[in-house]
């Protein structure tokens, strides 16, 4: 079967034991890491030699372009992360001394950063949008039709468009020629507003300027409905759509379950209905953190996919596969932590992930980036081992790695 197939019938539920590895997303220094323990990578600069090395042809996964959410602008897709504006900000030093810089960011926040570290969380000292004023102005960045936000030849299969290396027989052709599963990043309700506000003006504001928030929740709305009308008319189909949220922590939701049933899932529901009827087959609603209470409004939504299931928030896909059976696609809950101890350890991972490929309708990934303490060899045993759970090939594909390292 082609790649496209598979997910298609894991996302039903009609293909089991197949472990289609979803990404094996790592910060940068993780991938430097491997470089210097043996990954035959020469590469960096993308992910296309790390994908097609470590996942592998037959899970090619690929994303168009026109990007409705957040996106990093750094090596391999990685931080900084921007909210999607077109245009960006200028980023532009306001001041520095010998160890830190203050600058106005891409997305208009004026952050302090460390010189020496580039994928450290800044300190935020100004968000861009503040009030109407403010937001109207923000606004004009988030057109859903500028140029710049629709690169050309966002429509073809080509080494500028693809995460995998490009093939002779799809290079230059329209999407619809493809063999796997396409998607687009299109909706958030409140991970753009928070970004745009901060997560504390934010708060703030559900309760002292409610009418602000529901007009840039709206906004959010029509820019997605639209960017994804423009896909469809143009003849691209998509097999998932990336929602990105990131409204938990570790405890629970940062909004109250209330508000969100009263004005965010009216707001997901005519996104959700127009995806489905047009045959995506995993809305994918990605948020880190505890995320229990708000699983039934994103279901009741229309959302049907969930990532990254955090294990160190508590969240066990076990536990939600048998509450929601076939109602809810899972894609992660493989522990970051985890990776960087023995083998028992990775074992331990490595049950669940059995066990869930049993059911159908799970997609094999970590619960968030891999970080850089864990080495190249548990990646490839991690990896190799979950190939072997494959029941429909007969020699699952195997990383050969240097006997020195395992």
């Known amino acids: 079967m082609t790649p496209k197939e598979r997910f298609k019938g894991i996302c039903a539920f009609e293909r089991v034991s197949d472990p289609f590895i979803w990404n094996i997303d790592s910060w940068y220094e993780s991938f430097e890491r491997w470089v210097r323990e043996g990954m035959p990578v020469k590469n960096l600069d993308n992910k296309k030699e790390v994908n097609m090395y470590l996942v ?8 168009i372009k026109p990007n409705a959410i957040i996106y990093g602008l750094g090596k ?10 077109d245009p960006m900000f200028e980023c532009r030093v306001i001041s520095e001394d010998d160890t830190h810089v203050v600058q106005i960011d891409y997305d208009g926040a004026i952050v302090r950063r460390r010189k020496t570290d580039d994928n450290s969380i800044p300190q935020f000292l ?3 949008v503040k009030d109407k004023k403010s ?8 057109d859903p039709n500028t140029p ?29 020629h493809r063999d796997f599963p396409l998607g687009m990043r299109a909706l958030s309700l409140y991970g753009n507003i928070r970004n745009y506000m901060g997560l504390e003006n934010l708060s703030i504001a559900i309760y002292d300027n ?4 529901l007009e840039m929740m709206d906004w959010q709305a029509y820019m997605s409905m639209e960017m ?3 896909v469809y008319a143009a003849g691209v189909t998509l097999e998932w759509v990336w929602i990105w949220e990131d409204m938990a922590f570790n405890k629970g939701s940062l909004v109250s379950p209330d508000f969100v049933k009263k004005y965010m899932v009216p707001r997901y529901k005519p996104i959700a209905k127009f995806l489905r009827d047009n045959g995506v087959d995993a809305l994918i609603l990605d948020c880190d953190g505890n995320c229990e209470e708000l699983i039934p409004l994103w279901l009741e939504s229309g959302i049907n996919a969930f990532f990254p299931v955090e294990r160190a ?4 896909a076990l536990k939600l596969r048998k509450q929601y059976s076939k109602n809810l696609i899972l894609i992660g809950n493989i522990n970051k932590i985890e990776l960087a101890k023995g083998r028992a350890e990775i074992n331990a991972q490595l049950a669940d992930v059995k066990e869930l490929l049993k059911y159908g309708g799970y997609l094999p990934s970590c619960d968030h980036w891999i970080p850089p303490d864990v080495p190249y060899k548990n990646v490839v045993y991690l990896i190799n081992q979950i190939r072997k759970m494959d029941a429909w090939t007969g020699s699952p594909r195997q990383i050969e790695i240097k006997d020195s390292l395992i």
Do not use: F
């Open 56 to 63: 592998g042809p037959d899970d090619e996964n690929e994303g």
């Open 313 to 316: 928030a508590g969240m066990d």
């Open 126 to 128: 100004e968000y861009p």
């Open 76 to 85: 391999c897709q990685g931080p900084p992360w921007i909210v999607a504006l």
């Open 228 to 230: 994804l009308k423009k």
């Open 210 to 213: 409610l009418s602000l928030v």
């Open 135 to 142: 937001w109207e102005e923000y606004k004009k960045r988030l």
């Open 148 to 176: 710049g936000r629709w690169p050309a030849g966002w429509e073809t299969m080509d080494e500028d468009t693809l995460g995998w290396p490009s093939r002779k027989e799809i290079d230059g052709k329209h999407w619809k």
